[in-house]
């Protein structure tokens, strides 16, 4: 990359990082929890999400926003649950920003909310560097991806708090090694909590859901 590249990314960064305190400041102020999650395409953010919104919605006020390049699809099945939802359509941009989340929260009341879910693009590379004034990044690797990923996508997995190893009913099909993903994951973010989880089982799931419970308590 040239110099001149260099810089115009680090200013572009520098002013992501100042709305994403911003919006930091003004989820506190709320008193809203917020969670984003982050992973491959395909490794089931939307299927956990639906889920969790379904199974918090009878006792805390939640809403997601939903990042894609294109369609409605993950906004329509997770409005299933019930709760406030807004798709942000980020046409040829591989990750979400803060920009595009303060333009979708527009005309939402965040006093009325409890907590906040975002699911970023599907993508190990661009969304890394984006703050989005969330308490909680969430990265999301399934058993069929391969364990050697939080070693080829290092910077998505040392920016997280926490890690979900997902599908872990298809562990056994898939050959997946628990031990390795483990230690790789912690090769690159040391200290790291893992969950491992299956949302259609339902194995995993409550202990997933007392995090994010214990996390949104403590702030
Ligand atoms: N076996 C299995 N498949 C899952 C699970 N969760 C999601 N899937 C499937 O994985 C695919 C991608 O899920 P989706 O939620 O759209 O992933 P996203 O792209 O990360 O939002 C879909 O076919 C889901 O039905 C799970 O716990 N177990
Ligand atoms: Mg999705």
Redesign the pocket.
Known sequence: MSPRIVEVRRDILKKNDLLARELRDGFAAAGVFVASMV?S????????LEETLRRLRPSRRVAALVGDLATER?AERLARAGAPVRQISTGTVCHLDAEMIKGALDGWTLDDLDMLFI?NV?NLVCPASYDLGEDLRVV?MSVTEGEDKPLKYPTIFNTADVAII??I??AGPARFDAGAARHNIREVRPGIEILEL????GDGFDAWLQLIASRADAR
């Open positions: 992973s395409p395909g490794a089931g953010k939307t299927a956990l993950d699911e599907g999301l997902t599908k009913d298809m299956s949302t259609f089982t």
